[in-house]
């Protein structure tokens, strides 16, 4: 079992910048492919990013590349969103998860862990 605990959210104004990060305890950590994901008001859960075990590769939604970028430390066990040039649209819950494969994905139907979410909330 993994736990995963999400921080660093909180009010910016648009333009500004906000770095997530989620601790993970329970599994050897590079073994998991990681992923950021988020939720809107009356929105369904939408993918963000994603890292392979080892943060050699990632991968991100359009309406966030250039802006975001994930990163992992895995000797400390813990993953990071890193959100530059934000947008009011960018606000939601942030949520971190996990999956027993090392690689990319995407879809949330994938992933077994997850963390309890982060908000995020950014100011026009």
């Known amino acids: 079992q993994v736990q995963l605990v999400e921080s660093g959210g909180g009010l910016v104004q648009a333009g500004g910048s906000l770095r997530l990060s989620c601790a993970a305890s329970?599994?050897?950590?590079?073994?998991?492919?990681m992923g950021w994901f988020r939720q809107a008001p009356g929105k369904d859960r939408e993918f963000v990013g994603s890292?392979?075990?080892?943060?050699?590769?990632?991968y991100y939604a359009d309406s966030v590349n250039g802006r975001f970028t994930c990163s992992r430390d895995n000797a400390k066990n813990m993953l990071y969103l890193q959100m530059n040039a934000l947008k009011p649209e960018d606000t939601a819950v942030y949520y971190c998860?996990?999956?027993?494969?090392?690689?990319?994905?995407?879809?949330?139907?994938?992933?077994?862990?997850w963390g309890q979410g982060t908000q995020v909330t950014v100011s026009s």
């Open positions: 890292i392979s075990g080892n943060g050699g590769s990632t």
């Open positions: 998860a996990g999956r027993p494969v090392s690689g990319i994905h995407y879809s949330s139907a994938v992933y077994d862990y």
């Open positions: 329970g599994r050897t950590f590079s073994r998991l492919g």
